[in-house]
């Protein structure tokens, strides 16, 4: 792959789950929401060409028996809930490049499109199935899969389902897929989840259902439209419609293949192995990358609609602010682990990392420049004892995003930010009288400021945008270039500094 900094025009694609639009977005989808923002943001600060897809899935099964509840159509059940989604993400700061719902026509073209190629490469096949099926996960299992005779998932029982349906000849890719993966060892991160998807392949894959008859909620299979395409295979393709295939050739191919796709840990079979798999058959490129996260847990539970236990993110923003809720989703969990979300964690995180650290270094600089400095800005030193920290704080934070770490990405910029601090309590500059010394280390710490307004503005950037105008700096952060504008030295000085209002008061548990 070209570097940014070698090639500003390289694209950077990156891709959400597609959430069910049988119930409204909760912490779990924003969860994988956010840190897929804050990551396609990173790489636009490395002056990357980047599209950001996130949509809602809103065939199968499993819809049509949430509007039938409710007295509804399928479509016009999924029309009141999609727009949730996409509004929620507006609120959330998300800053996707597209939205796709899959009851679009872009996307229905797209998707006959693809199984078409499956069939005529002879890899779809009329067969009968008879076998265990959980409705809320719109999948199969064994029963060395189930949990107390129940579906590990979602602990409630499966039903036994017979029928003629269509086939994916899954059980002709095992090889292929074990040789790509072997090409390309890097492409699933965190690394350990690679050895999940090989040892899920080596078990030996079984060819796997890519229609239904028993309901109509789907698309038609383009050459026998008595079957209706099987939600997962819908689903998945959402990742080449949107982006033209079946479409728009040039634009499918200014895109694809997609640099990660984020997912949660309980879906990375259909896309680790289903996927590549079914865009090999179609004579499609697999996708660069998978960055596969845990599950943000409440209680020690997944959160879902079927366990009752869902959090309103939208809700949260209101006690702690859009950022400061951002902060604590993106910093509380390294990605790939299972986080146990508690209102107690993101109150002391708040404290902690915004309040007592940032929120105080940037009211302590503000107070004493303007006290001190007749609130003029002096420009740091070429020699400063900072630049070191300064230079391992944007290496650390560099390599970390680059592994869609962003938790330690952060945590990199937070120790920053804590040898800035660590700075000033050494120099004690609220002491001492004006002069070259005191106007050395207000320098200095303000160009600490500066870059840490661009290392962390990929996760909390209405903050960042916010101090970089309190320091006088111009424009906007988020036009900045990593890694040429996070080099030391940068703060010209002279302008005018404003202390404006505590940015992250701190907050009291209720």
Known sequence: MVSPSENSSHGFYASTPIYYVNAKPHLGHAYTTIVGDALVRWHRLMGEQVHFLTGTDEHGLKIQQAADAVGMAPQEFADSIAPLFADAWKKLNISNDDFIRTTEPRHRAGVQKLLQACYDNGDIELDKYSGLYCVPCEAYFTEDDLVEGNCPIHKKPVEHVEEENYFFRLSRYGDRLLQWYADHPSSIVP??????????????LLDFSVSRTSFSWGIPLPWDDKHITYVWFDALANY???IGYGTDDVNFNKHWPVDYHLIGKDIIRF???YWPAML???GIEPPKGWAVGGWLLVGGEKMSKTTGN?????????????????YYVIAETPYGADGDFTYEGLIGRYNSDLANNLGNLLSRVATVVGKKCNGIAPAPRADSPLA??????????????ADVQPSRALEATWQLIRATNAHLENNEPWKAEPGPDLDAVMGDALEALRIVCILASPAIPD????????????GQVSDQRVPTSVTWGGYPGGATIDKGEPLFPRRKLD
């Open 463 to 474: 903050t960042m945008q916010t101090i970089w105008e309190r320091i006088g700096m111009p």
């Open 310 to 326: 869902v959090v309103n993110p939208l809700d949260l923003i209101d006690d702690i602010g859009l950022d400061g809720f951002r």
């Open 280 to 282: 090999m058959s179609a």
């Open 388 to 401: 070191t920290a300064a230079a391992e704080a944007v290496a650390e934070t560099m390599a970390r995003w």
């Open 191 to 204: 690394d350990y989840r690679m050895n999940e998807v090989i040892g899920f392949i080596k078990q030996g």
């Open 240 to 242: 080449i419609t949107a």
């Open 271 to 273: 896309h680790c192995v």
